[in-house]
Nanobody, 126 residues
């Protein structure tokens, strides 16, 4: 069974930075597209970024373009989300998700994902 564990969340001041990690176990991450999603209190979950297994497809939500960067290191089975210039509206629980069917043949990697982590909270506040 594929398992995902997020880490790296925490409290940061506006303008600050964090790097989230999604560690994959139970199977090699190289076979899966990985997405980062977030859910703020009282709001629906939204996609933040995703990356296909071959790295050909990388998508970002408009709200994070230029500030967030997704990257994967399949030698370590980890997918990262580097976040800079964080703002209070970025406050949410961040989840990573994996699916073997997303981002194939150059298609966008958004969509439904089969496997999810438990989430890591990010709070941006002064």
């Amino acid at each position: 069974q594929l398992q995902l564990v997020e880490s790296g969340g925490g409290l940061v001041q506006p303008g600050g930075s964090l790097r989230l990690s999604c560690t994959v176990s139970g199977f090699y991450s190289m076979y899966f597209a990985v997405g980062w999603y977030r859910q703020a209190t009282g709001k629906e979950r939204e996609g933040v970024s995703c990356i296909s297994k071959d790295r050909r497809v990388i998508n970002y939500a408009d709200s994070v373009k230029g500030r967030f960067t997704i990257a994967r290191d399949d030698t370590k089975n980890i997918v990262y989300l580097e976040m800079i210039n964080l703002q209070p509206e970025d406050t949410a629980v961040y989840y990573c998700a994996a699916d073997a069917k997303r981002g194939l043949d150059g298609q966008p990697c958004w969509g439904s994902y089969d496997f999810w982590g438990q989430g890591t909270p990010v709070t941006v506040s002064s």
